[in-house]
């Protein structure tokens, strides 16, 4: 592949929006390090994905192209087909699972105009894949893969090269580049790039927990199906990487280190990130910055983080919310059995609770003939220390409480 990156590069310009590098004092404070944010969010059509669906379709032959392309996607990628075929001017028939928001929906309609025919089929997106391979087979229709092809590994790879020239411009070099990885095109292109020209470039891949497919085909030896996955990160959410970008990725030369992050620290990052830096980043997009809350070399380097893309429904952010308190240790739920007397909600309120702790949930059901009555609590602490005093306060009470878990089967229906 020697060579494409640059050769997409350059067919690239004028297309594809030069994303800034931006400074985030936040992240260089908590790491020691100095941390530049790639903003792939601000991409025309709000990711990267641009890069590796246009790169691919330019390269057809006219008469190739005239028959059209097809492929599937639940959101990003269908974004960047879209623009890419309508400034193509190549017809793409695009095919979402019927979950997909309205929004993209509508998002992905505007971005193709007239050129695009927008499937909505499946109620998941591997069904929506499966028909639109059928629909290639029988069109002669070229498929444009979201991450397993060489032209799209080769234009997604175009965001390092920014990277580089932007730092080199500054007089700096990255000491680590943070890429996240759902099917490996972009970290595969990355690395490509790196390879041939800075390939003792430190690189940290970074993976949803609830779908690490390349730490599982790493682990293997090649590409596996992952037996479950959890979709939080949709944008990131991938049963199976890519054979193609395995190959790239598994042949780096230099440094590289894989690591999975849990759904909670990526809501607190994308909490920090909209209040501090005012990036309004989705789940995939926060990935690699939220890596930094584990791990970073801590040397004053310079290190690069992809925020890869900003399609976030506005809807998700109470969730997101939620779940970002919880993983913060800030709020916390117990079941807890109140006596069925006068005072006793406020003897609750006055021996257990703190001057800081706020009641956000109180669904309470009294029964008749019972001597206790329980009640669904959600407390949010003023700081994650102060749950040793509030589980202190609840053990010296007469009032009996359960806390629920996390790891609780019943959580997920608080959060």
Request: hydrophobic fraction near 45%; charge should be negative; charged fraction near 25%.
């Amino acid at each position: 592949m020697t060579g494409s990156v640059d050769a997409a590069f350059d067919r690239l310009a004028g297309v594809v929006t030069r994303t800034p590098l931006e400074l985030s004092t936040r992240l260089s404070e908590r790491t020691g390090d100095r941390v530049w944010l790639k903003r792939e969010d601000l991409q025309v059509v709000r990711s990267y994905k641009l890069r590796g669906a246009y790169h691919l379709i330019s390269r057809l032959a006219p008469e190739v192209a005239a028959r059209g392309v097809v492929c599937a996607s639940a959101g990003n990628h269908a974004q960047g087909v879209a623009l890419a075929s309508a400034r193509l001017r190549t017809p793409a028939r695009i095919y979402v699972p019927r979950t997909t928001p309205r929004q993209k929906r509508d998002r992905i309609r505007a971005l193709g105009r007239e050129l695009v025919e927008l499937v909505v089929e499946g109620d998941s997106y591997d069904e929506s894949a499966a028909l639109a391979a059928a629909d290639a087979t029988a069109s002669g229709r070229v498929v444009v893969p979201a991450f397993d092809h060489p032209d799209v590994v080769a234009g997604q790879g175009t965001v390092v090269r920014e990277i580089w020239d932007e730092l080199e411009r500054l007089g700096r070099r990255p000491g680590l580049v943070v890429v996240p990885v759902g099917g490996g095109g972009l970290l595969a292109g990355c690395l490509s790039w790196l390879a041939e020209h800075h390939p003792d470039t430190p690189v940290l891949a970074v993976e949803p927990a609830g779908a690490a497919s390349l730490t599982a085909a790493l682990g293997e030896g090649g590409p596996v199906a992952l037996d479950r996955i959890d979709s939080f990160v949709d944008g990131a959410c991938v049963r199976q990487v890519g054979a193609h970008p395995f190959a790239l990725i598994a042949a780096y030369p230099g440094p590289l280190r894989v690591l999975s992050v849990d759904n909670g620290l990526v809501c607190e990052e994308m909490i920090d990130l909209f209040q501090t830096e005012g990036v309004i980043a989705e789940p995939a997009g926060a990935l690699a910055p939220a890596a930094l809350r584990l791990t970073s070399p801590g040397t004053g380097t310079d290190v690069v983080a992809v925020i890869s893309g900003g399609n976030q429904d506005i809807s998700r952010y109470a969730e997101v919310a939620e779940r970002a308190l919880v993983s913060a240790g800030l709020k916390h739920y117990f079941l807890v059995e109140f006596p069925q007397e006068p005072g006793a909600l406020r003897r609750f309120l006055d021996d257990v609770l703190g001057p800081e702790d706020d009641i956000t949930l109180f669904e309470y059901v009294k029964r008749t003939n019972r001597e206790y009555g329980p009640a669904l609590v959600g407390i949010e602490l003023g700081t994650p220390g102060d749950l040793d005093r509030l589980l202190a306060s609840l053990a010296a009470s007469p009032i009996r409480a359960e806390q629920i878990d996390p790891d609780n089967p019943v959580f997920r229906y608080l959060v």
